[in-house]
């Protein structure tokens, strides 16, 4: 592949016929091999239908993001090819059903308006003259080779052996796409077999199906030559090393069942729902023993033992408060959701400030506003997390670039929440939660547990002798009050959704307002000055940077990938990724930025951070690269918009249009 962007492979199909299943054999397979992957999953709102499709980049080195262009296409059905033939590589292939070929566009409802015309009027035929076949011939002239498999046949014979009804077969089409590709990849069929029994389990029945579909799909390819016709091939590479694959959503999970998490709520909604779905399928200490041996191995990858509680509501009203509810009870407790289940939650969220509650919230961002686009990616919610709700209270936002950084950014936000008594908010984007990634052995001690002031019944009891009350919200310098779980013997207090006394006794008092208002606001201060410098930002120097980037959240892994691929060009960049937005880092920010001439990089419309950035130190970017189509940067489209503002051939404003 040009660029070394490694080798990339796309499955396409409609929504609902095992499309991220197809892909998560392949990625399983590829991985057995020794290979490094990621992938990133697309798909539409709706169920059933729509078409859906997911990458899959692999090499021989850790990998980070995707790119939009393929070696392969694995296309079941013809949607597919009449979407993605465009994007094919030099050499690239084209695996697809032999009865498709004479499909025509007009046949084909879920293809928008606007996209048939492009076809339409690329080829100059109309919609119900141009076929498959035409697309393919075209493909073929620009050096992509087209093999057709015969799905019917492989099924057919399939149901002839096992008895399996043929109609019931067709949910299979994705492993044959699958088991097609590897082969034309040359492949050790013994590694499928094995992907897909990892895939599928105990199920030894699906196992067995899947394995005879694959074993077929392998020799009609070898028996037409289409292997020795495709000049990419796919080694056993030799692996000593503990390589797990994970999505964000995952690492999230399994770093609040490290971080000691006991409670956790949520309303479902897109995509934060499969968070709160496996904590719900791991709610016992012994599965998440299971847990422990995957990621880590060993036992103290879980701080405590005991179980999470996983409480589905029936609002997102209900999840705040409830999680609260938690909290002030002494459980570490959180709940998941994604904007406009957040912007639902605001009331939850002030309550919560005023009174001083360590609760988690996992805010996923998508599409918006309104419901928007909920599968699709955007980092548009950032100055609605740092400002949301009426009036000022502190919390504290935070942002992880990848799964390695969700997984101990949850436990740091645990952390950050009790530490300074505060909603802690932490923010993933959809491209994070749904793409998957090679990870290398995950350390939860790496993070000590700091559950922050608490008073004890003892040390409460030498407050009663000594005639004194106990303050839940006593004045102190640095802003923290001593903390008590509600419940405990020998405090009372009170919590109220007003403006309250050190007892938490309500009061409009203008004195006590003043000072119960910058006590709490002093915890930005006081953090400030605690969270380490690296636990802010992470800065990439290099010797004699060309530029510097600078950015936030999921953006990282194209950096990385693209700072790689500048090194190998003898081109130098500067990287700085910004993981605590609120306290704002400007301080170290203005340090590393001041004189230097610097690029903006972020998936939303108004660059947030840029804005940021200039409102705290006063420093503006000299590009801005954006992207808000609702699909993830790719390594490819940055690559080409970086080297044009090194260059100083960009405008000022960039904005990246792909994504089919």
């Known amino acids: 592949m040009s660029k070394n962007f490694g080798y990339s492979w796309l499955i396409g199909g409609a929504q609902g016929t095992g499309i991220e299943r197809g892909a998560s054999i392949f990625i399983n397979s590829v991985a057995a091999a020794g290979y490094y992957v990621f992938g990133k999953r697309e798909y539409y709102s709706n169920i059933m239908g729509e078409h859906s499709y997911y990458y899959v980049r692999f090499d021989k080195k850790p990998i980070r993001s995707h790119v939009e262009r393929y070696n392969i296409l694995a296309a079941y059905d013809a949607e597919t090819i009449f979407r993605h033939s465009t994007e094919a590589l030099p050499e690239a292939a084209i695996i697809y059903n032999s009865l498709l070929k004479a499909v025509r566009l007009s046949e084909i409802p879920t293809i928008e308006k606007r996209l048939r015309n492009e076809i339409s009027k690329k080829f100059n035929l109309e919609p119900n003259k141009l076929n498959l076949s035409l697309i393919l011939e075209e493909a073929e002239k620009n050096g992509v080779k087209a093999f057709p498999v015969d799905y019917t046949e492989i099924l057919t014979t399939v149901s002839k052996k096992t008895g399996e009804s043929l109609s019931e077969l067709t949910i299979m089409n994705n492993i044959i796409a699958v088991a097609s590709s590897l082969a034309l990849l040359k492949l050790d069929f013994e590694v499928l077999v094995k992907a897909i029994s990892k895939t599928f389990g105990n199920r030894k029945r699906v196992i067995e199906l899947n394995t005879l579909v694959s074993e077929l799909a392998y020799n009609q390819v070898n028996s037409k030559g289409y292997s020795n016709e495709f000049n990419l091939s796919l080694p056993k590479l030799e692996n000593n090393s503990k390589r797990y694959i994970l999505n964000g959503n995952q690492a999230v999970a399994i770093g609040k069942l490290a971080a000691g998490c006991r409670f956790q709520t949520y309303y479902p909604i897109t995509p934060a729902t499969d968070e709160s779905n496996f904590l719900e399928a791991h709610e016992n200490i012994e599965i998440k023993e299971e847990i422990s041996n995957l990621i880590n191995e060993e036992k103290e990858f879980l701080k405590t033992e005991g179980s999470i509680v996983v409480m589905e509501t029936e609002d997102e009203i209900a999840a705040i408060t409830m999680a609260t509810g938690a909290a002030l009870a002494g459980a570490r407790a959180s709940t998941s959701t994604s904007g406009p289940g957040f912007s639902l939650m605001v009331e939850g969220l002030g309550w919560a400030g005023m009174n001083e509650v360590p609760v988690v919230i996992t805010l996923y961002q998508r599409g918006g506003p309104s419901t928007g686009m909920p599968t699709r990616n955007e980092q548009g919610d950032l100055r609605f997390a740092i400002h949301a709700g009426h009036g000022e209270f502190p919390r504290i936002v935070l942002a992880p670039g990848d799964v390695e950084e969700a997984f101990y950014d949850t436990i740091r936000a645990f952390n950050y929440a009790e530490r300074y008594q505060l909603p802690v908010i932490l923010m993933l984007d959809k491209f994070l939660a749904n793409s998957v990634k090679t990870i290398e052995k995950i350390e939860a001690n790496k993070v000590k547990i700091d559950r922050g002031t608490i008073l004890k019944e003892d040390e409460l009891l030498k407050l009663k002798q000594a005639g004194k009350e106990y303050k839940r919200f006593e004045f102190t310098e640095n802003g923290i009050s001593p903390r008590v779980f509600v419940g405990t013997n020998n405090a009372v207090f009170w919590n109220t959704g007003d403006e309250h006394d050190e007892l938490g006794h309500i009061t409009e008092?203008?004195?006590?307002?003043?000072?119960?208002?910058?006590?709490?606001?002093?915890?930005?201060?006081?953090?400030?000055?605690?969270?380490?410098?690296?636990?802010?930002?992470?800065?990439?120097?290099?010797?004699?940077?060309?530029?510097?980037?600078?950015?936030?959240?999921?953006?990282?892994?194209?950096?990385?990938?693209?700072?790689?691929?500048?090194?190998?060009?003898?081109?130098?960049?500067?990287?700085?990724?910004?993981?605590?937005?609120?306290?704002?880092?400007?301080?170290?920010?203005?340090?590393?930025?001041?004189?230097?001439?610097?690029?903006?990089?972020?998936?939303?419309?108004?660059?947030?951070?840029?804005?940021?950035?200039r409102e705290n130190t006063g420093l503006k970017p000299n590009y801005y690269i954006v992207k808000y189509n609702g699909r993830p940067i790719s390594l490819d489209e940055l690559y080409i918009a970086v080297k044009r503002t090194i260059t100083s051939e960009a405008p000022t404003r960039q904005v990246l249009r792909s994504g089919a």
């Open 509 to 613: 008092d203008p004195i006590i307002r003043d000072k119960m208002m910058e006590k709490r606001m002093s915890k930005l201060l006081t953090a400030s000055k605690e969270i380490p410098m690296e636990e802010k930002l992470n800065y990439l120097p290099a010797t004699k940077p060309e530029i510097t980037i600078v950015s936030w959240g999921s953006n990282k892994g194209p950096i990385l990938d693209l700072i790689e691929l500048l090194k190998d060009e003898g081109i130098e960049v500067d990287y700085i990724q910004v993981r605590i937005l609120n306290p704002f880092p400007a301080n170290e920010l203005r340090g590393l930025l001041e004189g230097k001439r610097w690029v903006d990089v972020e998936s939303n419309y108004s660059a947030q951070l840029a804005g940021l950035i």
